[in-house]
T-cell receptor, first 113, second 112 residues
Framework: AQTVTQSQPEMSVQEAETVTLSCTYD???????LFWYKQPPSRQMILVIR??????QNATENRFSVNFQKAAKSFSLKISDSQLGDAAMYFC??????????FGQGTILTVHP | NAGVTQTPKFQVLKTGQSMTLQCAQDMNHNSMYWYRQDPGMGLRLIYY???????DKGEVPNGYNVSRLNKREFSLRLESAAPSQTSVYFCASSRDRLGEQYFGPGTRLTVT
């Protein structure tokens, strides 16, 4: 079975500091995509960043970047210069070429002022 | 441009009642999805429609049916609601199966 594991149920960070959220996945597929989604208390799911497995270069979006280690099946999210608005549940997700998105269990991120 | 809309936002049902959750997208996306989110868990795929006219089961399809009415609309039906179906339901759409998924605001359903 294809699985996505987020081993950190909760994380906290001080405002302006950096935090890294972990994600590992298990698949025998070679062609797939990885995502990080953010879910604030409003419940709205928001895409944070996307990584294509065939790309060696790690994706970045402003203060958000990933460390994609394909051989290790690891896809961590780094948030730099954390802001109060970054507080949310973060979900790692994986989709293979046949298109069924699988989510991890989520990590609750708290940002302290 | 409303994105993905869902109705209703909240619903309370009694065990055995039926209802349909509606979802519509105005982004001309080909693929649409229904997920449920339970406390302490990520989203789990119920059904999806890769393109107009097709539907496929996801991880947790039992107790649900879907209809891809047209390219814009994808409904989820509970024929005989059970307390185990108490959850938050999200609809999503994407340009294609591998594209970024855009989510609706969710429907909180309680079955008593």
């Amino acid at each position: 079975a294809q699985t996505v594991t987020q081993s950190q149920p909760e994380m906290s960070v001080q405002e302006a500091e950096t935090v890294t959220l972990s994600c590992t996945y298990d698949t025998s597929e070679s062609d797939y995509y990885l995502f990080w989604y953010k879910q604030p208390p409003s419940r709205q799911m928001i895409l944070v960043i996307r990584q294509e497995a065939y790309k060696q270069q790690n994706a970045t979006e402003n203060r958000f970047s990933v460390n994609f280690q394909k051989a290790a099946k690891s896809f961590s999210l780094k948030i730099s210069d954390s802001q109060l608005g970054d507080a949310a549940m973060y979900f790692c997700a994986w989709v293979p070429s046949y298109g069924k998105l699988t989510f991890g269990q989520g990590t609750i991120l708290t940002v302290h002022p | 441009n409303a994105g993905v809309t869902q109705t209703p936002k909240f619903q309370v049902l009694k065990t055995g009642q039926s209802m349909t959750l509606q979802c519509a997208q105005d982004m001309n996306h080909n693929s649409m999805y229904w997920y449920r989110q339970d406390p302490g868990m990520g989203l789990r795929l119920i059904y999806y429609s890769a393109s107009e006219g097709t539907t496929d089961k996801g991880e947790v399809p039992n107790g649900y049916n879907v209809s891809r009415l047209n390219k814009r609309e994808f409904s989820l039906r509970l024929e005989s609601a059970a307390p185990s179906q108490t959850s938050v339901y999200f609809c999503a759409s994407s340009r294609d199966r591998l594209g970024e998924q855009y989510f609706g605001p969710g429907t909180r359903l309680t079955v008593t």
